[in-house]
T-cell receptor, first 113, second 111 residues
């Protein structure tokens, strides 16, 4: 079955540490996205990529970095510069045309130790 | 600017009908999506509207009025499993086809 897989499901970060969240999809989608979800707030876009080897900052990119070396993979690194990283992180993918919905992974919940 | 408003919470009774409203302000409207999200899980796609009118899909229907910047999601014959958050999301041409999500409406279905 095609789908989008995020790992790990839960992640703990120590102060000053960088951590990387994995996102893999086998839907053959060109576009991939990373969102952050905090309680009582909508999904906020961190980074997105419309094609391999290209990505753009979203609304809250500071303290995060991404790469898109393969179509299937879009890992997100939460750097030590992100001072409030505790949140639920969702990865999504879609076909590039406007009427196509985004397909989401099951999310990674990141907490600070 | 871009803004999406939805009620924070709603409560309805099993078997009833509930309407969840969404109002939006965008510079370059290019479609509206509704997603369902159970607590701690991934959002799943429910419906898409780009033209005015009603789209029906089983127990779920979605309506759009572009002139009013307004949409609603209608859930019929409510079931307990419909207890979830419902996210309204608007695709905006300005800024590179980004999708802007509302904060979601938490629906509680009671017996």
């Amino acid at each position: 079955d095609g789908g989008i897989t995020q790992s790990p499901k839960y992640l703990f970060r120590k102060e000053g540490q960088n951590v990387t969240l994995s996102c893999e999809q086998n839907l053959n989608h060109d576009a991939m996205y990373w969102y952050r979800q905090d309680p009582g707030q909508g999904l906020r876009l961190i980074y997105y990529s419309q094609i391999v080897n290209d990505f753009q900052k979203g609304d809250i990119a500071e303290g995060y970095s991404v790469s898109r070396e393969k179509k299937e993979s879009f890992p997100l690194t939460v750097t030590s510069a992100q001072k409030n990283p505790t949140a639920f992180y969702l990865c999504a993918s879609s076909l590039p045309t406007g009427n196509q919905p985004q397909h989401f992974g099951d999310g990674t919940r990141l907490s600070i130790l | 600017g871009q803004n999406i408003d939805q009620p924070t919470e709603m409560t309805a009774t099993e078997g009833a009908i509930v309407q969840i409203n969404c109002t939006y302000q965008t510079s370059g409207f290019n479609g509206l999506f509704w997603y369902q999200q159970h607590a701690g899980e991934a959002p799943t796609f429910l419906s898409y509207n780009v033209l005015d009118g009603l789209e029906e899909k089983g127990r779920f229907s979605s309506f759009l009025s572009r002139s009013k910047g307004y949409s609603y999601l209608l859930l019929k014959e409510l079931q307990m499993k419909d207890s979830a958050s419902y996210l309204c999301a608007v695709r905006d041409l300005v800024g590179g086809f980004k999708t802007i999500f509302g904060a979601g409406t938490r629906l509680f279905v009671k017996a």
